[in-house]
Nanobody, 111 residues
């Protein structure tokens, strides 16, 4: 079974940028759904951005225009470019390939 691990989280000031990476132990090519989710303290986990099938990309409304999901099949990696970050973006970010979750990476947005 493919395993995934996230990286790239950290502390950033409001308005700053981070790029999260989700690297899989095997090929991501066959995964039908590749997604990023996040969970803030005391809140439910929510979907942030998803690549579904071929050419279908969806974002939660709150991140549209600021966060961008992409993938590199050759590197077995899914990315989340995060720009113009806001304090409300702070959360643990998780990668999911079909039904496989990563352990998460913390993103903190604070001055």
């Amino acid at each position: 079974q493919v395993q995934v691990v996230e990286s790239g989280g950290g502390l950033v000031q409001p308005g700053g940028s981070l790029r999260l990476s989700c690297t899989a132990s095997g090929s991501i090519f066959s995964a039908l759904v590749k997604g990023w989710y996040r969970q803030a303290p005391g809140q439910q986990r929510e979907v942030v951005a998803v690549i579904a099938g071929v050419g279908i990309i969806k974002y939660v409304d709150s991140v549209k225009g600021r966060l961008t999901i992409s993938k590199d099949n050759a590197k077995n990696t899914v990315y989340l470019q995060m720009d113009s970050l806001k304090p409300e973006d702070a959360a643990v970010y998780y990668c999911k390939l079909d039904s496989t979750w990563g352990p998460g990476t913390q993103v903190t947005v604070s001055s």
